[in-house]
């Protein structure tokens, strides 16, 4: 229940965020917080899955090396 009321918190703290930014007109920003805010709930919810995030990374880095021409 504590997991759930936390995100339920964290998503009403994007809302409230990103409804600042697009009513100031800080497209960038707006852009930037929602990737940002895009990964961490994705490593969350990997964290709360049971993935060690070391493990995967470990695993994509080859292919991220691999597109980015690294």
Same mark, same amino acid.
């Given at each position: 229940?504590?997991? !759930?009321? $936390?995100?339920? $918190?964290?998503?009403?703290?994007?809302?409230?965020?990103?409804?600042?930014?697009?009513?100031?007109?800080?497209? =960038?920003? /707006?852009?930037? $917080?929602?990737?940002?805010?895009?990964?961490?709930? !994705?490593?969350?919810?990997?964290? !709360?899955?049971?993935?060690? /995030?070391?493990?995967? /990374?470990?695993?994509?880095?080859?292919? !991220?090396? =691999?597109?980015?021409?690294?």
């Amino acid at each position: 229940m504590l997991m !759930v009321s $936390f995100l339920l $918190f964290m998503i009403a703290m994007a809302a409230i965020q990103g409804y600042q930014l697009y009513t100031k007109g800080e497209r =960038r920003d /707006l852009i930037v $917080f929602a990737a940002l805010w895009a990964v961490a709930t !994705v490593a969350g919810a990997l964290t !709360v899955a049971g993935v060690k /995030l070391s493990t995967l /990374l470990r695993h994509l880095m080859p292919t !991220v090396q =691999r597109l980015t021409g690294g």
